[in-house]
Structures are given as C-alpha cells and as structure tokens.
C-alpha cells in the first residue's frame, strides 16, 4: 500500500486540520501527562512562532468530552494514544483567543464584552446535551459576558461539570493598549475594577483548569492580584521544549522527507541542520536545561526552509520568512512603549556591541517596570529577542539566539539611531557585523544589511 506524504504544516494552526488532512505534527503530547502533574491553573510564555495556537488546539482536542469518541483517530499515532490519562475527554473547554480583540481600540471594553460573549453562547450550543433549553436562553438573553459566564458556571456547579479554559494570546490587546495608548488606559484595564481583571477574577472560580498562554509576562502581571493562583512554568526546565523544534525534531522532519523522496536523496541532513542553526536555533528558556538539553529551534522557520528546499533543493536565498516582518514591527512598538529612554537604549547598545549582557531574570513584572533597565532584559528574552547563553552566578548571560533575531536588532537600531541621532548606515553595519558574531571581526555582511526587515 502506498503511503500518502504528509502535507507540509506551513501557515497551519490547527491541531484537528493536521492530524485529519495527514499533515505533518511534531508530537508534543507528552507533555500532557507533566503537565497534569503541575498546579490546575497554568501560565506558559513564548515568543510568537513557537507553535502556541497548534499545541493548545491539542489540549483542547485532548480534554474536550464533546470528541472523546475521535480520541483514536486523532491521537493514536502519537505518544498519548498510547498513554491516555485518566483526564482523557473529561472537560467542557472553552477555548479563548484574544488576538481576535483587535482593530481600533476604541470601545474596547464593548469589543472584549461581545467576543467573549459570542464565545459563551457558541460553547451552551456546542455542548448542547448538557444544558436545558432554559439555560441556554438565558445565557443568550444576559446582557454582558460576564452574566452568560455566572448562569454557567452556577449550572455547571449543580450537575458537576468539570469545565477547562484555555486563553491564547491572553496579552495580546493589552500590549496594543500599552504601547498605544500609554500607561494610564492600560492601568484601567487591569486594575482596581478594571474590566479585565474583573473576568479574571471570575475564571478563578468557574474553571477546574485554565491553560494561559502569550508572548509576556507583563500583563500576567498586572492582572494576577484578582487572578493570584496561576503556576507560572514557563522557565521551568521540564517545559524547555514544550513549545519549538529540538535538533531531534529537525532531524527527524527532513530524514521523514527525505525518506518518502520529497527532498533529493543525496541531502545531508546534518549538512542542513547544521546550516540552519545559526539561523533559527539556540534558545534556551530554562536555566536548569541549559547544559542538559539541546537548545530550542523557531518552528515557524524551520518549515519555511523546508519548504524552499523541497522546491528547489536548497537553502532559501533570503534564510528570514518575509512573513515575520509584521512581527519585526510589532515587536519594535511593544519595546518603545511610547518613546524609547535613556536607560534602555544603554541596554541594547549594551547588548549591540557585546552580543550578550548579565541580567537577572524576572519572571513576572509590572507594565510600570518595563523602563527599568535591570527588567528590560528580562522583556527581551520573553520575547525571544535574548536567550541564555551561560550563567554566571545568581545571574544569567542573556545573548542574541541568533542571525534572524540580529537582524532584527539591527533593523531597530537602523531605524532608531538615524532617527534620532543620524547616524551613518556604514556605522550601523559595521556594528552589526561585529554584534553577529559575538565581538568576534568577520567580513562586513552586506547581504545581511541589504536584506533588513
């Protein structure tokens, strides 16, 4: 019997798309029976491209009572289908995503209110068995989300419905508040009655589980005096490479390709890996992994590679996906947080001209310690803009992971020190070229200036 060749995951997001269509899923679900041993309501942070919408649409898919009867089609080639936990097809999930919260912040609280509540009416008619006609009425018929959320939680308390909330990208809007619209706007939000913490205070006492994922710590935060019993496992070694691709993964993609004959027969696996390393890989997330485990590859990357080089046979000849431009831009609005002070633009001319600075690592921090330049580091590294490289201490060397996140420093010091201070772009790339190789001179990479974000 012929064997279809699993499809290429690029631009796919959805756990139950890749395992129906027979796309190609790098199994995390391990993950699963670890994960169940940490405290019911779990905060985990990634840099964006790390595979967040896949893993938690596996959750989901794991854990939702409405599919328990497709566990064996969906995971029964992965690691859990042979390790099912008793937890297996238990809950009702309500699977939040508040990316989708967007557009002009004006009205936000209304914006936030009708999503949400969209997201409660549709789970009362997904788990239609469970709730009486009278119920779902009046969920439909309360005015705000947070009435649709009591009326279930009340109903779900009575018949003993376990019920499990999985957030994604749960700072998403807030950072766009942050950075748009200042301090003061975002204080509101997420403090004394806040709208934001307000929900989040009525999470705590509806859902057995929540899963909480985002791309920073800061609105975890600001949020976590209603929301104060969150376990926080995102520098926790055991979760190192949850969420990314190890070497062994890499490996194992091209050496499948390779095998089914998409890729040509003479490739060197290890040849490839090896080229995209300095490009996609070495992060780090947890200090007790760093010398235990290989470092992390960005997944999103690596597919874009493998695609180019099923095509053509080759490395792409620009190693950066011009997709991620959109995510240069956000990032370089969410480090300005308005306007860029003194103080932390000493820490990335720090890290600039020394590829690395020694730095304490926070795991949470308030929206008004950004500027703090003992915390900014800590900012940087969630967002994947710093890695551990070493520790030394009580402290951590935090560096630069690799070529794609240098880019993008050089791309917001081109764009910040001609603004403000014009300086010459020979100046830049000769800085450049000595930050992309950690204070070592190599020849002006003038490919690599040419091809800024």
């Known amino acids: 019997m012929v064997q279809n060749v699993k499809e290429v995951p690029y631009g796919v997001s959805d756990f139950r798309t890749m395992v129906e269509q027979n796309i190609y899923y790098v199994d995390k679900t391990m993950y699963i029976p670890e994960l169940e041993k940490q405290a019911r309501y779990i905060i985990f942070i990634r840099p964006r491209r790390f595979g967040k919408s896949v893993f938690l649409g596996m959750l989901h898919a794991y854990y939702d009572s409405h599919t328990k009867d497709k566990f064996e089609q969906w995971f029964g080639n992965l690691w859990i289908g042979k390790h099912p936990t008793p937890s297996q097809g238990r809950y009702q999930v309500l699977h939040l995503d508040f990316s989708m919260v967007g557009g002009n912040i004006d009205n936000l609280e209304e914006k936030f209110n009708f999503y949400l509540g969209v997201q409660l009416d549709g789970f009362v008619r997904y788990y239609d068995e469970f709730y009486s006609d009278m ?7 309360a005015k705000d989300a947070g009435g649709k959320l009591a009326i279930i939680q009340n109903e779900a308390k009575t018949k003993g419905y376990p019920l499990y909330l999985i957030i994604d990208e749960y700072d998403n809007f807030t950072n766009t508040v942050l950075n748009e619209q200042g301090e003061k706007v975002y204080w509101a939000m997420t ?18 589980r929540i899963f909480i994922t985002g791309v920073s710590p800061v609105t975890l935060d600001d949020v976590t005096s209603g929301f104060n019993i969150g376990w926080h496992i995102s520098t926790k070694p055991e979760f190192n490479q949850m969420l990314g691709f190890s070497t062994e993964d890499v490996r194992d993609i091209f050496n499948y390709y390779k095998s089914m004959g ?3 027969p003479d490739c060197d696996v290890e040849a490839v890996v090896n080229e995209m390393k300095p490009w996609y890989d070495n992060y780090c997330f947890s200090k007790d992994a760093f010398y235990t485990q290989s470092k992390v590859f960005n997944c999103d990357m690596v597919i874009y590679y493998l695609r180019n080089y099923m095509s ?3 490395s792409p000849e620009e190693m950066i996906d011009p997709n991620t431009k959109t995510d ?8 300005q947080l308005d306007k860029m002070d003194g103080d932390r633009k000493g820490v990335i001319r720090t890290i600039a001209e020394k590829g690395e600075i020694a730095a304490q690592l926070f ?5 008004h310690d950004v500027t703090n330049p003992e915390v900014f580091p800590s900012l940087l590294f969630y967002y994947g803009m ?4 070493g520790i030394l201490g009580s402290q951590l060397i935090l560096g630069i992971p690799n070529n794609n996140v240098r880019k993008q420093y050089y791309g917001f010091l081109r764009d910040e020190y001609q603004d403000v201070r014009h300086v010459n772009t020979n100046d830049l790339i000769t800085m ?5 190789f950690d204070g070592k001179w190599r020849e002006p990479l003038a490919h690599m200036a040419s091809n800024h974000p």
Do not use: S, W
């Open 191 to 208: 403090h004394a009655e806040g709208f934001y913490r307000d929900i989040f205070k009525k999470f705590k006492g509806t859902f057995e």
């Open 432 to 436: 450049f070229t000595y930050m992309a």
């Open 363 to 367: 795991t949470t921090f308030p929206a």
């Open 328 to 335: 240069y831009n956000k990032m370089k609005k969410l480090l």
């Open 135 to 141: 119920i779902k009425q009046n969920v439909y018929a």
């Open 386 to 389: 710093l890695t551990i490289k």
């Open 262 to 264: 998409e890729v040509r």
């Open 312 to 314: 053509y046979g080759r």
